[in-house]
């Protein structure tokens, strides 16, 4: 049997902040000038690209038990920080299988990553803005085959890889060692994309297997380390929704006499403060990558984005706008009525006053 070439990549993201600045961050470590990233090897118009590529780093390569760990850092606009730890392999199908099983689940990686994570944000601080005291983390992972041959010594063409190697493909993007049901692993293979017969991808929600190029493999890389980042965006602004929408109900929920409605104007200002916040910054988050609806690279982000769950966290955090508005009106007609009460009994005050004096100096 013919050996498979490749890496293994674990992507850990961090949501550390509400925003880094770039500009500033590349002065402080030195990075080098943007470019236009992912690099497309297919044809692509200009604008399908990042909108303000992520700045990168690359610390010294580091050696443990399962072989040297290549590491690149990457900072997103948008206050996320990826770890990405590579280790290249040679092993055969069910090796792969092994290895995958173990890579996905391996402690080393935590503790690695964790240990990253807080030397390169503390260089970061003076360019974060807004940093958070708690970060939410989201991790990935990639097995990329660069090199798989048939027993004829050729490379495999997607068609007969999926064919012949689905079983392992499966069990590889979900990191088991037992086989899968035949449904399980029909519902893993359904997720797999090709554009040229000799490329390959099938994506998992907690790992994808990408057969290509390394020149090839790196855009789809990219788009899905960028998936990540959007879901961890999304769970965040999911946690910060959450937070806000239990202070309003609990709010409304305490009894505050004829004059609760006025105590509502400052509640409503900061919950359609946070709504604006939140909407801004999604939208911020969505428009980071252009895509051409019709690209390859566009239907691939859309599986991606499916499979790791950023579509379901997406329509959780538009929910819990649309409530927050809803929620915002109903306050501001409270505030609204309470004040017009306010006024008509000040009027009633006045005239009782009126009456008052009227009658009074009469006598």
Known sequence: MQPLRGSFWALVLYDVAEQIQLD???????????????????????????????????PDPVSTETGELQIRVKYFDYGVISIELELRFTADW?????LSSRWISAPEIETR?????????????????????AWLNEDYYIIHLNQALDDQGKPMTAPVMLATRGEQISRIVRGELLPLSEAERNEVLQSSMSYYPGDLLVVG????????????????????????T?????????????RVLGDVYRMLETRGGILRGWKMAGQAGHLNAMRLDVTELTERTDNAIKFLSDMFYARAYRVAASKVGVTDY????????????????????????SRAFVLEAMVVAILVIELIHLFGGGR
């Open 94 to 98: 069910d090796e792969l299988v092994a």
């Open 230 to 242: 959007q879901l961890l965006e999304f769970r965040h602004y999911d946690d910060v929704l959450t």
């Open 113 to 133: 990553t964790s240990e990253l994570i807080r030397k390169h944000a503390e260089r970061a601080r003076p360019a974060l803005v807004q940093p958070y005291k």
């Open 314 to 337: 997406r329509n959780l955090v538009d929910e819990k706008l649309r409530i927050a508005g809803d929620l915002y009106e109903f306050m501001v007609n409270e505030f609204h009525q």
């Open 24 to 58: 500033k961050l590349r002065g402080l470590i030195r990075a080098e000038p943007p470019r236009r990233e992912p690099s497309f090897k297919h044809p692509a118009p200009e604008y399908v690209r990042f909108e303000r590529p992520p700045v990168v780093e690359y």
């Open 205 to 228: 929600w907690v790992a994808a297997l990408v057969y290509d190029t390394p020149e090839g493999a790196a855009p789809a890389i990219e788009l899905l380390e960028y998936a990540n």
